[in-house]
């Protein structure tokens, strides 16, 4: 029997993994120009950081978390998200003693055994940054247009930033209370799922899918109607920087996000044309998740976007990457001396940082020549046993259909001075 890969995952191929590398390029580039810094946590932690930060109420802890338990009894979880694990790791690491804000991104694999469909994949690959340290509305501002820099100048259009604020431990209690008391003469009526959300996390119904359950939400209480002054005044200055900023926004009642740790700011950039699923990225305001894990009041606020879900969008808008050339030079050679003479050259070349490859196959220099236009190479340096006797060696120059002799000792030179290494 042919072993597959498992349900939910992908093999990307090397055609598909030079997008990703431009597509993870320009992301650290901005994240340079922003000032963050990058960190990289376990794949896997306690199943408990995950309960305690993402919230036991969460959809992620409670369905789709992959556990396991290793040699020594402890219960493990591969990381279904990247926050619980970066905040963990500020904190272990004592880096509230460092200078603050410190300004943190990752960038890696992520796992969640959910029904995959179009963006969505048990292992999937997510970029987040964080902020610790701050509690100034810029910092929720800095995250959003860090966010919005990066779909734009991906050249994506019909993007919406939904924002809004989910209050904070003061005021959503008083919220909470109202929401139930609307939805309690309809509860029975709620999907499965909400009903079991109207005792832990009732905020999170107003976010369901359900055709019937948004009917049955419809005039619920809105959440900004009800926060406390400082959560107004916060979420009043966090929109006036985004307006000063020229970045349309929607303000959206019904955003809560899906984790339990957010408080103040909520946002989502949404994208039409990929599916039921439009959001690409989510963030927000959580102060208090490094007390969740037993630290002092330190807080936060940040963002993830899945980069399936950015090919996804581009492939939806017809935008594509731009080729770069993948080969500098390519060594066509004829006979078992000039196999030898392109191997030592090909050493020397990529001494001088050029790309290069020779004829591994002992293929016909017909076919070698095919093969160095399939692979996009810029030049082709053709050796029989003339050359090697000359000194002098065929150079072909794939992109001007022009050919000449270079000397065997003009070659690193004359090459470094065309490619510009």
């Known amino acids: 029997m042919t072993i597959k890969r498992p349900r939910g995952t992908n093999d990307f191929l090397p055609g598909e993994t030079v997008r990703w590398q431009d597509l993870e390029n320009k992301l650290h580039r901005l994240c340079r120009q922003y000032g963050f810094e990058e960190i990289r946590t376990p794949i896997f932690e306690e199943t408990e950081l ?23 009894g402890r219960s493990l979880a591969l990381r279904p998200e990247g926050t619980a694990s970066v905040a963990r790791a500020y904190l272990e690491n004592k880096m509230q003693a460092l200078n603050q804000p410190v300004k943190l991104y990752y960038l890696g694999p992520m796992f969640r055994s959910e029904r995959p469909q179009a963006g969505r994949y048990h292992q999937f690959h997510q970029f987040g940054l964080e902020i610790f340290g701050s509690n100034s509305y810029l910092a929720d501002a800095e995250v959003i247009c860090f966010a919005w820099d990066f779909y734009t100048s991906l050249g994506l259009n019909e993007l919406d930033l939904h924002l809004n604020s989910v209050g904070c431990p003061k005021c959503r209690p008083l919220y909470r209370q109202s929401l139930q008391e609307f939805l309690a003469p309809q509860k029975e009526q709620l999907c499965t799922t909400c009903r079991e959300r109207f005792e832990r996390n009732p905020l999170r119904i107003l976010d369901c899918k359900s055709p019937i359950c948004r009917e049955l939400s419809v005039g619920a209480p809105v959440m900004l109607d009800q926060v406390c002054p400082e959560c107004e005044e916060h979420f009043r200055k966090v929109r006036n920087t985004i307006d000063e900023a020229g970045i349309p926004y929607i303000l959206d009642d019904r955003l809560v996000r899906g984790l339990d740790y957010y408080t103040k700011t909520a946002f989502e950039i949404q994208i039409k044309g990929i599916g039921a699923q439009s959001a690409v990225c989510g963030g927000g305001r959580y102060d208090g998740l490094i007390e969740e894990f037993g630290g002092p009041a330190i807080p936060g606020v940040g963002f993830a976007l899945g980069l399936e879900r950015i090919f996804l969008a581009l492939e939806s808008q017809g935008i594509g990457f731009e080729k770069e050339p ?26 001088k940082n050029l790309s290069v490859q020779q004829d591994l196959l002992g293929k016909s220099l017909k076919s070698q020549l095919k093969s160095a236009d399939k692979q996009g190479a810029r030049f082709v340096i053709i050796i029989g046993e003339d050359e090697l006797q000359s000194g002098l060696y065929q150079v072909r120059d794939m992109a001007e259909s022009f050919q000449e002799l270079v000397p065997d000792e003009d070659l690193l030179s004359f090459f470094c001075d065309k490619l510009g290494k």
Do not use: P
């Open 326 to 351: 993948q080969l500098d030079i390519f060594i066509a050679t004829m006979g078992e001396a000039a196999c030898g003479k392109a191997f030592t050259l090909a050493q020397e070349l990529r001494q």
């Open 50 to 72: 995950f309960a305690r930060g993402v919230g036991n109420t969460s959809d992620i802890v409670q369905k789709e978390m992959y556990v396991f338990q290793d040699m020594g």
